[in-house]
């Protein structure tokens, strides 16, 4: 398996594959946070998106 990780790196393809061990677990607000984001409209996506990176760009931490 590390065989083909490190072949997987160099190539760049299957990032899931290489971070399998590292991901953890989310938690069941996040759950939910996730499922009513995928309940939104493609344009309320969009909005959230540019919400977010607009909070990140303001934010000191």
Not at 7 to 29: C, H, K, M, Q, T
Not at 40 to 45: G, I, M
Request: glycine residues 4%; without cysteine; proline residues 2%.
């Amino acid at each position: 398996m590390t065989k083909i990780q490190g072949i997987a790196e160099i190539l760049g393809v299957f990032p899931g594959l290489i971070n399998a061990r590292r991901r953890r677990r989310l938690s069941l607000e996040e759950l939910r946070l996730i499922e009513r984001y995928r309940e939104l409209s493609e344009n309320d996506r969009i909005a959230m998106r540019y919400l977010v990176d607009a909070m990140r760009s303001v934010s000191r931490f």
